[in-house]
């Protein structure tokens, strides 16, 4: 049996746009933390808040 494997793919997004560079700087900071997020949960990793220490 022949196994396949899928070829991994990159990301490419552009983050230039008029209304992310009028962001304040904490903004698109928090901007691109959430996305980041999404893009690891997406993938499957579980994403742990800092008081997430599952006590």
Request: a positive charge.
């Amino acid at each position: 049996m022949k196994r396949t494997t899928a070829r991994p793919y990159q990301l490419c997004m552009t983050l230039e746009t008029p209304g992310l560079t009028q962001m304040s700087a904490p903004q698109r900071q928090a901007m691109i933390s959430r996305l980041a997020q999404l893009i690891l949960q997406a993938g499957g990793i579980r994403i742990m808040d800092a008081g997430d220490d599952e006590r």
